[in-house]
């Protein structure tokens, strides 16, 4: 089974509801932080800040996420304007766009009004 697959199979055998589980994945601001010390993943300018930038970087539209040919999980996100590569991801990471049920709390946590403190 593909790695993505397995996050969300894992996520509903522990029987957590979406947003908890986004919330323990995101961790401190990214669900894999820096997986296997590659940076992939890092969809923030402030790693280790507890922030919505992983979620509101994986939910913009302006981003173009294409597969790497000589690494089968990784990603990496063009800017479709001018094609500059802000991003690179692993598909565990952008399960969290892709899956309609996880889209839709990601976006959520990315909205405009996710970063302010009450």
Known sequence: MDPEHLLVDEARL?????PE????AAGMGTPEPA???TGHG????RPG????????????????WVPVKAARNLREGY?????REPWTAIR???????NARLRAVSEVYGADDANRSS
Do not use: E, H, I, Y
């Open 42 to 45: 890092v969809l923030t300018d």
């Open 79 to 83: 800017d479709r304007k001018t094609g």
């Open 35 to 37: 997986f296997r010390g």
């Open 14 to 18: 522990l029987a957590p509801s979406a």
């Open 49 to 64: 800040v507890l922030s919505a930038d992983f979620f509101t970087n994986l939910v913009d539209t302006s981003t173009a």
């Open 21 to 24: 589980t986004m919330g323990r």
């Open 92 to 98: 565990v990471d952008l399960v969290f766009g892709a």
